[in-house]
């Protein structure tokens, strides 16, 4: 049964959200990482994803990066598969905005908060014809800030498929974050971020605080 990846509504069926990094060639020497430091992955809960054009983030959250990444979302149950048969596991590609709360390196809860990962459509997989080579880009209030190739990446879709998948299975739904760029921005509330890519398209949201009622529609 083919997934619903056309509305809104598809993120009610995540179960898991991996994010991983830093991957980006220049991004890890900018951080002074060999390739040898290897990568990071760690979880963020479905409730951080948001589709809207508005994400509402906690007052508790005094600062934030944001950083645009392609996002994976898995198509059927992958467990311990090989690097070569990872791409049959993927349903769609998406553009994402990977927030972190930066004001909460100390306590671990950095990567947890809910509407901490705004995401766009997803284009089904078998309109992307090749995910390493995939440019993202990032504007925040029409100034660009990112922009990069997957082709950049240290760690490729299917290795990190796989990888992972050896680590826990992924479901129908899942959504693996790829990793950022170079130069990920610290932002504010009441700015609009912009995601593009040729490939992906567009998607723009504005931040707000929890309880601030507008909504931005970009």
């Known amino acids: 049964m083919a997934l619903q990846l056309s509305s809104r509504q598809w993120i009610e069926n995540v179960g898991k959200v991996i994010g991983t990094g830093p991957n980006f060639k220049l991004f890890r020497e900018e951080k002074g990482l060999k390739e040898e430091d290897g990568l990071s992955l760690f979880m963020k809960t479905p409730g951080s994803l948001v589709t809207a054009g508005t994400n509402f983030i906690s007052p508790d959250i005094t600062e934030f990066i944001c950083e645009v990444e392609m996002a994976v979302i898995i198509g059927k149950r992958a467990e311990r598969v090989s690097e070569a048969e990872a791409a049959d596991y993927i349903a769609g590609y998406a553009l994402a905005n990977d927030m972190t709360a930066s004001s909460h390196w100390d306590n671990g809860r950095f990567k947890m908060f809910d509407q901490m990962t705004p995401i766009g459509p997803v284009i089904s997989a078998d309109k ?17 800030v990112q922009k990069d190739s997957t082709a950049s990446m240290l760690y490729p879709v299917n290795w990190l498929i796989s990888h992972i998948s050896h680590i826990t299975a992924l479901n129908p739904y899942d959504v693996i974050l790829t990793g950022t760029p170079s130069n990920p921005k610290v932002c504010a509330i009441g700015d609009v971020i912009e995601l593009r ?7 723009r949201h504005r931040i707000a605080l929890v309880g601030a009622g507008e909504r931005y529609e970009g």
């Not at 080579?133 to 660009?144: A, D, H, K, Q, S």
């Not at 890519?197 to 998607?203: T, V």
């Open 128 to 144: 992307v014809r090749d995910h390493q080579n995939i440019t993202l880009e990032m504007r925040v209030n029409g100034e660009p």
């Open 197 to 203: 890519s040729p490939e992906l398209g567009e998607f």
